[in-house]
Structure formats: structure tokens, C-alpha cells
RNA sequence: GCCGCGUUCGUCUAACGGUUAGGACAUCACCCUUUCACGGUGGCGAUACGGGUUCGAUUCCCGUACGCGGUACCA
């Protein structure tokens, strides 16, 4: 009988949701939509030294907007119930103390300040950084150095103590990734990490291999920065004696800096000027603000779009996926091992491919569950531009627009004047050649539009050419001078669908507006 | 230092022993456009290095170099 797939994304709420994350996310996401298995999500909130308020539903908030939701979680409930570590604590111990038992563990009383004494003392030019191991812990004090009846002194008097691995001498640790296949670890350059620290939470190390067994994890994804700590985890799902129901492993590739190298930070953001976050986070602790995707002015489809060919694809020349597609034609087997620098540029091809690719209103099938065109209302309006939309309006203005914007936001400048009249007019660029023949052609102009009965694209054209002929000037002259009536400066469509969207009493306003800068 | 993992155009990548090493982003040129863009056509541009194995290596093996990750009572 084969186990239903469940995988688990497991982050830490010590503020913000990197990029990377959200890629972790992704593929954990695809792979158990693919196999009809279920998405879960637990908090690893074991430092709780550096766990932030707010971090939690932040990163819920991240997950909805990606359309990411999980199965199970500490909101959505669920039969393993409760997925916040801080909230399984009493479980740890039980499961820590049992493999001090059973001889793979010990308890160790040294403090902080022995613990760095041992780093300088034993610290050679060979050894740059001495690890707490099978040669050192004989130095130290710990349930292996003392006495019996010492190390139950120390513990009846509650003595801080950590729970430690007991890693063996001598023994080969070998697994397979999904993505690396066979990777080889030798215990004797492994540590005695320590599983459950002296206030009584777990690390990482031993939270994970609990509640992957508890949760009935079968597949497990994270990124490569954990590749070091697999032999520990495995050597625990033995001890545990649980090397059966172990999860498939699968240690997904950076996202590094796009210039130099390195791990993308979030301080890469601020220094390069792109956001590294899904959606804005604010450190209550600094008042730090990292940007993220959404602000940007990106959709949640190029978003995703973007993050998952980030280090896969599907062996065609294919590069725009949407979620369903993702889900139906992702392959572990095609992630790749290297790391992918993060190219802002390619970003934002994606999102301008999204936004001419999505149709402009409201979707059935929406994973976000709102229209393109919603969105682009909220920008509209939030800065300073009432959007009057009562026949269908925003719809043709974004029609005529999307090709011009790459970002959401760039909407506020393509779309703003189709709503009201522009702030200001550059006159500047059409008084130097302004003079009273054109003066006149426009004033002409306002009494020829007026009289027309049809208002559309090319009679307008057509009136206009013909007038400028019969003033006997270019109509190239006029050309940017109307536009800068409509519009306000040198962007924009065509300037005859512009007046066409906007309707006859509007273009003469604007006419006559620009016209009295003139004079 | 030690351990692990990587390495194809500037960037993301395709090619699972035989290709003029393909595509996309960026860039440059031209075309389109009486604004700004979009778009179209084309150019530039890569197998880190050295040894094997093979009739033949981007591809398989071994070294070297370089990069990254880990080396915490952080995840």
C-alpha cells in the first residue's frame, strides 16, 4: 500500500517571508497538488528569542495572496493538530529523554561561557572551529564525563541542562535527494548537536524529525542550507527507530544576490532597488520596512510565474505557467542543483506578460478569487484618481493601456487622465512652436467637434487631418500639442482613442483648458 | 581550516555521448509608430581548467580552480 503524499512547509516567524521561502512554498505546494496529497503547514517557532509579533499571520497573508493555501495548519486546524511547536513542547522532552535512554543522547551542563572557552582552547590552525564531538565531549561535562549519581545530583537540583546526539565514531550516512541523488556524510565530521535546549524547547533538529514522524510526512523539501544537518536527521529518525516511515528528501537550490554572490538578503533589496518579500513587512522591533511583491505592482500570477522558473522548468521553451499548468506538468526531477541568481528585470517580462495575458475582468477561475481590473481600481484610486466606471469604462481604458505597463503601478501614469484631467500640462514642450495658426486650428477644432453626431476613432481622425489641411499645416505639428491638451505630456495611446474613451464634452474642455495656458 | 554541494552566453536556462551548442531576459542595430511604449527582424554573446574513458565528449570518471552552503542552546 503506498502512503498518500503529504508535504509540510515549516517557517520560522522571525519576521518577513523571503522570496526563497515563498519558492519552498511553491514547490512543496505543486508536488502534493500533483499528487492529490495534502499541503500542510506548521510554525517552527522553537526561538522564541527571535520570534516577531505578527510574523505569523503575515506569512498566512503571503500564502493567500500567492493562492498557496495549505490543507492543514494552525489556522485550518487538522487530524495532527497543533502544528505551533511552542505548542507541542511537552512532546519533545518525552521523545528527547527517551533516546538519552536508550544510550544515542546525553545530558551536557556547560555553560556558555565553558562552551566558548572549549572553542578557543581547542582551536588550531588546522581546526578553525571546534565542534562539541565524539573527541571533544570527553572534556566536557556531560552525562558521559560524570558520575551517575553527579549527573542525578545535577539534574534533581534542576541544573540547566541541553539534550545532545550522541553521534557515533565511525559510520558512513548516506541518503537520497530528489534532486541530488546519493549524498554522502561521515559521521566523525558530524557534531553532537544539540536537540533540546536548557529552556526547554527543541531545536530545529530534533523538532523536525518528530513532526514530520507525528505528521506523517512523506516527502520533505527545504532549502540546500540544510544539506549539513541531514545526517543528524537521519541518524534521529534511526535512533527513533522510525527509518521506515523517513520522508523523501529533496534540498531545493538558493536564490542568490544578482550581483556578487551569496544568499539573497533582504538588505539586497534596499541596496539594488527591487523587493525581496512577497508583500511589505514592517519589524515591529525596528520599524524596518522590506518590500515586497504586491506593493510593487505585480500580479500574483507573474509572481509565481517567475519564482518557479527559478530553478525549473519543463524542457520546452515554455516560460509563462499558470498555477494549474505548474501543478500538472512540475517534476522534481527537472529542479536544478545550482543556485539561480535573481534577475529583477526577467521579474517584472513576467509580470508585463501576466498583465497582457489575464483577461481584464473579474476571473471564475481566479486563485485570488478578484479581476485584474479590481486591482488596477485600488491603484487608480489610492492614488488620488476616482475611477467612474458606470459603462464599462476602466475595462476599454486597461485594454488600450496594458501593453504600455509592466507594473501595476504603472497604470497610475497610463490610466489616470482617462478619469480626470491631468494635474499638470507640460506646456513647455509645445509653446516654443506654438502660434496663432494653431490657436486658431484648435479653436476651430472645439466648433467642428462639437458639430459632429457620431464621436468615434476615425471620424475624429479624419476631421481633425482634414481641417489641418485646410489650415495648411502638418497634422504631425498638431498631433503633440492635442495630445498634451488630453493627456498632459509625452506618453499615452493613440491620441484619437483617447478622445474617442473619454467623450466629446470632455476633449473640448481639455481643448479649451490648455488653450487659455496658452495665451 | 574542515565537511558538503555546485559550475553552459552578463542573467535564467535547453541539449540525459554525435546539434552550425537552442530559447528567454538584458544589450546593440534596423523596421513599425507624426508621443511614450508594445511589437517585428537581425547582431553580439557560453560549455571554468587539466587529464582520462570513447571512433566521438557540454554530457561519463579523476584531479585543479572558482563559487556557494554548513561548521550556534538560529532556523
Given at each position: ?63 493567500n495572496w500567492c493562492g ?226 504586491r506593493?510593487?505592482?505585480?500580479l500574483p500570477e507573474?509572481?509565481i ?18 498555477l ?38 473579474p476571473r471564475?477561475?481566479d486563485p485570488v478569487g478578484r479581476g485584474f481590473?479590481f486591482l ?144
Amino acid at each position: 500500500m503506498t502512503k498518500k503524499v503529504r508535504v509540510r512547509f515549516a517557517p520560522s516567524p522571525t519576521g518577513g517571508l523571503h522570496i526563497g521561502g515563498v519558492r519552498t512554498v511553491l514547490f512543496n505546494y505543486l508536488f502534493a497538488k500533483q499528487h492529490g496529497g495534502d499541503f500542510i503547514v506548521r510554525i517552527e517557532d522553537t526561538d522564541q528569542s527571535r520570534y516577531v509579533e505578527g510574523a505569523e499571520e503575515y506569512i498566512y497573508e503571503t500564502l493567500n495572496w500567492c493562492g498557496l493555501q495549505p490543507d492543514e495548519s494552525p489556522v485550518h486546524g487538522g487530524e495532527y493538530a497543533p502544528y505551533r511547536q511552542s505548542e507541542r513542547k511537552k512532546i519533545y522532552r518525552q521523545y528527547a529523554e527517551q533516546i538519552v535512554k536508550d544510550g544515542y543522547a546525553y545530558y551536557a551542563f556547560d555553560t556558555t561561557d565553558e562552551l566558548n572557552e572549549m572553542r578557543i582552547k581547542f582551536k588550531t590552525e588546522k581546526n578553525a572551529a571546534p565542534q562539541y564531538n565524539y573527541e571533544l565531549r570527553v572534556w566536557m561535562r556531560n552525562s558521559l564525563t560524570l558520575k551517575e549519581d553527579e549527573v542525578k545530583k545535577l539534574l534533581d537540583e534542576n541544573t540547566p541542562h541541553v539534550i545532545r546526539i550522541k553521534m557515533p565514531l565511525d559510520e558512513e550516512i548516506k541518503f537520497t535527494d530528489m534532486i541530488r541523488g546519493e549524498v554522502t556524510f561521515h559521521s566523525s565530521q558530524c557534531d553532537d548537536k544539540v536537540l533540546l535546549k536548557a529552556d526547554g524547547m527543541p531545536t530545529y533538529h530534533l523538532a523536525v524529525v518528530i513532526d514530520d514522524y507525528l505528521m506523517k510526512i512523506t516527502h520533505a523539501f527545504r532549502g540546500e542550507e540544510w544539506l549539513p544537518s541531514a545526517p543528524v536527521h537521519i541518524l534521529l529518525w534511526k535512533y527513533f527507530g522510525w527509518i521506515d516511515d523517513m520522508p523523501q528528501w529533496a534540498h531545493l537550490p538558493l536564490i542568490l544576490k544578482p550581483d556578487g554572490h551569496g544568499k539573497l538578503s533582504k538588505r539586497d533589496g534596499d541596496r539594488l532597488g527591487f523587493p525581496v518579500f512577497a508583500m511589505n513587512w514592517t519589524d515591529p522591533r525596528t520599524n524596518e520596512l522590506v518590500h515586497g511583491f504586491r506593493e510593487k505592482g505585480f500580479l500574483p500570477e507573474a509572481f509565481i510565474n517567475m519564482l518557479a522558473m527559478l530553478g525549473w522548468n519543463d524542457g520546452t521553451d515554455q516560460e509563462i505557467f499558470s498555477l494549474n499548468e505548474l501543478i500538472q506538468k512540475f517534476s522534481m526531477e527537472r529542479v536544478h542543483k545550482g543556485g539561480a541568481k535573481f534577475d529583477y528585470e526577467k521579474a517584472k517580462w513576467f509580470n508585463h506578460e501576466w498583465i497582457r495575458k489575464l483577461p481584464v475582468s473579474p476571473r471564475p477561475d481566479d486563485p485570488v478569487g478578484r479581476g485584474f481590473s479590481f486591482l488596477v481600481k485600488e491603484i487608480l484610486e489610492s492614488n488620488g484618481t476616482y475611477v467612474n466606471d458606470d459603462d464599462g469604462k476602466l475595462n476599454k481604458v486597461i485594454e488600450l493601456v496594458k501593453d504600455r505597463c509592466t507594473l501595476l503601478t504603472d497604470f497610475v501614469q497610463q490610466a489616470s487622465f482617462f478619469f480626470k484631467i491631468a494635474e499638470t500640462i507640460d506646456v513647455a514642450a509645445i509653446k516654443p512652436k506654438w502660434n496663432e495658426v494653431k490657436q486658431l486650428f484648435f479653436t476651430e477644432l472645439i466648433r467642428a467637434y462639437q458639430l459632429m453626431p457620431l464621436w468615434q476613432h476615425d471620424d475624429l481622425e479624419k476631421t481633425f487631418k482634414e481641417m489641418a489641411a485646410a489650415h495648411q499645416i502638418k497634422a504631425g505639428e498638431l498631433l503633440l500639442p492635442f495630445r498634451m491638451m488630453l493627456v498632459g505630456g509625452k506618453f499615452g495611446p493613440g491620441v484619437f482613442d483617447i478622445a474617442a474613451l473619454i467623450g466629446k464634452n470632455e476633449t473640448i474642455h481639455r481643448i479649451k483648458n490648455t488653450l487659455q495656458l496658452l495665451l
